[in-house]
């Protein structure tokens, strides 16, 4: 860990869902980015969750995240072993699964997928604190 990233690796289990999100709480409470909080957690569940999902990915590989401080936000990453790249689709509305890229698309400012170095792939997302300037979607 630096004073501006934190990583950390994790099992496939669902139960390190949890304890991801409290680093990452503890993380944006030390960088003063609180405002972020509830929508930086919202995205970190559904790219962990996706990873351990389906990631396919021999027994024992860890999934990684990296949580990097910006000057205005943060960056989440989450790293596994598989060179399946996930593939957004609308959910079905009757569906109970299906949404998490839909909705990281939704509440990230910016997403995106990026090739690591060695097997596997990096989902990533940022979430940046709102604008001070008080600017709507139509703002200059």
Do not use: Y
């Amino acid at each position: 860990m630096t004073p501006d990233q934190v990583v950390r690796r994790w099992s496939r289990h669902p139960r390190q869902v949890g304890r991801a999100r409290a680093e990452l709480r503890t993380a944006l409470a030390g960088w003063a980015l609180v405002p972020v909080t509830d929508t930086a957690l919202l995205v970190l569940s559904e790219l962990l969750t996706n990873a351990g999902r389906h990631a396919r990915v021999s027994p024992g590989r860890e999934i990684e995240t990296r949580f990097v401080r910006l000057p205005d936000g943060v960056r989440i990453e989450v790293h596994d072993a598989s060179s399946v790249r996930p593939v957004g689709r609308e959910p079905a509305l009757e569906a109970d699964d299906g949404r998490g890229l839909f909705l990281v698309d939704a509440l990230a400012d910016r997403w995106g997928i990026a090739d690591r170095n060695g097997p596997g792939k990096a989902v990533w997302a940022e979430c940046r604190l709102p604008s001070q300037t008080g600017g709507g979607p139509d703002a200059a």
